[in-house]
């Protein structure tokens, strides 16, 4: 195992997909994490996967409040620090046009994708991070960064974290960092719908020639979450394979 860093990272669903990626890639330089989820099963598989002396698990629906409270204070007991914070928690339950969205979905959508990103930041900053500094990734979307048909409740959701991203990036200088990724389509459960099945044609439009994997979200959240980054704070970091150089090419 690699030596210790001494640093901690909290990182919400993260018991697969995008959110594991980011704690292996943590894991794998030294960091202990504290990781979330919905289901506590999967969290005990990734904890034993991670190794159970450099994670831990706490589960819960990461909109609730108590919960987010619940997983900070976890995280504070177990090691006594939370450097860095991931908001990957996120849902997507509705495919349609805008004109026909449920508010109430939409409503739940932006509880999840953004308010929860907030309160998680809130909580850490005053366990932690207000008197001694640390970093802030926030896991948004190319949705969040152009319009996306028939996810239009996402996107507006991600455009929003992007936002918040900035403005805790000013408010929580200089001692904490706060950046966002925003990620094309990635290989896992949550965007499966996107290429399953399909993968070779969900892939042609991207210039590398390929769909991202997780892995490649959790080395930008190593990098973003590192000394490597000291000089970086309010930026969106996207990943997409190139996809956006396709625009306006017929």
């Known amino acids: 195992?690699?030596?210790?860093?001494?640093?901690?990272?909290?990182?919400?669903?993260?018991?697969?997909?995008?959110?594991?990626?980011?704690a292996e890639a943590l894991v794998a330089r030294g960091d202990r994490v504290c990781i979330t989820g919905r289901n506590e099963e999967a969290l005990k598989e990734?904890?034993?996967?991670?190794?159970?002396?450099?994670?831990i698990g706490v589960a819960g629906k990461a909109h609730d409040e108590a919960h987010q409270a619940a997983a900070v204070e976890r995280a504070m007991e177990a090691f006594g620090r939370v450097d860095h914070l991931v908001n990957n928690a996120g849902t997507n339950p509705v495919f349609g046009p805008i004109a026909d969205l449920d508010l109430n979905v939409a409503r739940k959508v932006y509880e999840t994708n953004v308010i929860s990103?907030?309160?998680?930041?809130?909580?850490?900053?005053?366990?932690?991070?207000?008197?001694?500094g640390g970093t802030i990734v926030n896991i948004a979307s190319v949705a969040g960064v152009a319009p996306s048909p028939f996810i239009a409740a996402y996107g507006v959701s991600k455009a929003a974290l992007i936002?918040?991203?900035?403005q805790l990036a000013h408010e929580f200088a200089p001692r904490v960092r706060v950046n966002a990724i925003a990620p094309a389509v990635v290989k896992t459960k949550f965007a499966a719908a996107l290429y399953e099945g399909r993968e070779e044609?969900?892939?042609?439009?991207?210039?590398?020639?390929r769909l991202g994997v997780p892995a490649d979200i959790g080395g930008a959240a190593a990098f973003l979450t590192s000394d490597q980054s000291a000089w970086v704070t309010g930026q969106t970091l996207v990943l997409d394979g190139g996809i956006f150089l396709n625009a306006g090419v017929s």
Do not use: C
């Not at 990734?46 to 994670?55: I, N, Q, W």
């Not at 990103?117 to 008197?131: I, S, V």
């Not at 936002?163 to 900035?166: D, Q, R």
């Open 46 to 55: 990734a904890v034993e996967k991670l190794g159970a002396d450099r994670a």
């Open 117 to 132: 990103a907030l309160g998680f930041a809130q909580k850490t900053w005053h366990a932690w991070q207000k008197e001694n």
């Open 201 to 209: 044609e969900a892939a042609a439009g991207y210039p590398l020639g």
């Open 163 to 166: 936002n918040l991203t900035g």
């Open 1 to 22: 195992m690699t030596e210790l860093s001494g640093k901690v990272a909290l990182i919400t669903g993260a018991s697969r997909g995008i959110g594991y990626g980011i």
